[in-house]
């Protein structure tokens, strides 16, 4: 069941029943869904994953295990301040990430962990395991 949201924030549309940080639902649809790892398992490579789900990050990384592993892509993460940053990381490093860069206006700055900007502006980081260099 995907919750939208109509008016200035569509973006904000999620798979909260409740709507995403209560947000009025304006009308619920029923849409397929798969598992990344579903998605990409007759893939030869996976290179860049962007993983913008309104809160539900940590459950996009649970099915994508197999895809984590046998390819490790660079990833580019939404982790707001109020979402599972925590388990994001727990999750990543399980899988061999250990190099973090938030993402902001002057491009990507390497960060020992995720923490989020409470301010919610600069809130994507590009996750790999190993450095990214210039």
Do not use: W
């Not at 109509?6 to 009025?24: E, Y």
């Not at 398992?41 to 913008?52: F, G, N, Q």
């Not at 301040?81 to 994001?88: A, E, I, L, T």
């Amino acid at each position: 069941q995907f919750s939208v949201l109509r008016g200035n924030v569509p973006a904000s549309s999620s798979l909260n029943p409740m709507g995403h940080r209560g947000k009025k639902v304006s009308e619920v649809l029923t849409v397929p869904t798969t598992t990344i790892d579903t998605f990409c398992a007759s893939r030869d490579t996976v290179d860049l994953v962007k993983i913008d789900v309104e809160g539900y990050e940590d459950i996009v990384l649970e099915g994508m295990k197999n895809t984590l592993v046998t390819f490790q892509p660079i990833l580019i993460v939404e982790c707001n301040h109020d979402g599972p940053y925590k388990r994001v990381e727990q999750l990543l490093r399980q899988y061999g990430y250990k190099f973090f860069y938030q993402l902001g206006q002057n491009g990507p700055v390497h960060v020992d962990k995720i923490i989020p900007d409470l301010n919610d502006i600069e809130r994507n980081y590009l996750c790999s395991g190993f450095a990214i260099t210039e």
